[in-house]
């Protein structure tokens, strides 16, 4: 049985930092490129970022392009977001996805390309 357990979420002032985990059981990390999405109240899910299994390849949405840094510790099975310099636009529920295969481009973005979900973590940024 796969699962994606997803953890680090919090509250955390503008321009604080949080580091989310995405840790996979079922399936070996190694093989498959993963996505980091989120949803914020009232509004669609959106992409944030994806690492490729094929060369690490990393992809950014531009609203977190310089603050969000994705990485992958194949060892552990794990996939990082961290988080840096946090703003209240970036509240949202934050899910990481696996799609087996590498990813290129703007495929990144398309929520039909991963077969596996997380339940998600929630991410408040506040005074």
């Known amino acids: 049985q796969v699962q994606l357990v997803e953890s680090g979420g919090g509250l955390v002032q503008p321009g604080g930092s949080l580091r989310l985990s995405c840790v996979a059981s079922g399936i070996t990390l190694d093989y498959y490129s993963i996505g980091w999405f989120r949803q914020a109240p009232g509004k669609e899910r959106e992409g944030v970022s994806c690492i490729s299994s094929s060369d690490g390849t990393t992809y950014y949405a531009d609203s977190v392009k310089g603050r969000f840094t994705i990485s992958r510790d194949n060892a552990k099975n794990t996939v990082y977001l961290q988080m840096n310099n946090l703003k209240p636009a970036d509240t949202a529920v934050y899910y990481c996805?696996?799609?087996?295969?590498?990813?290129?481009?703007?495929?990144?973005?398309?929520?039909?390309?991963?077969?596996?979900w997380g339940q998600g973590t929630q991410v408040t940024v506040s005074i």
């Open positions: 996805a696996a799609d087996n295969g590498p990813i290129w481009g703007s495929m990144w973005t398309d929520e039909d390309e991963y077969e596996y």
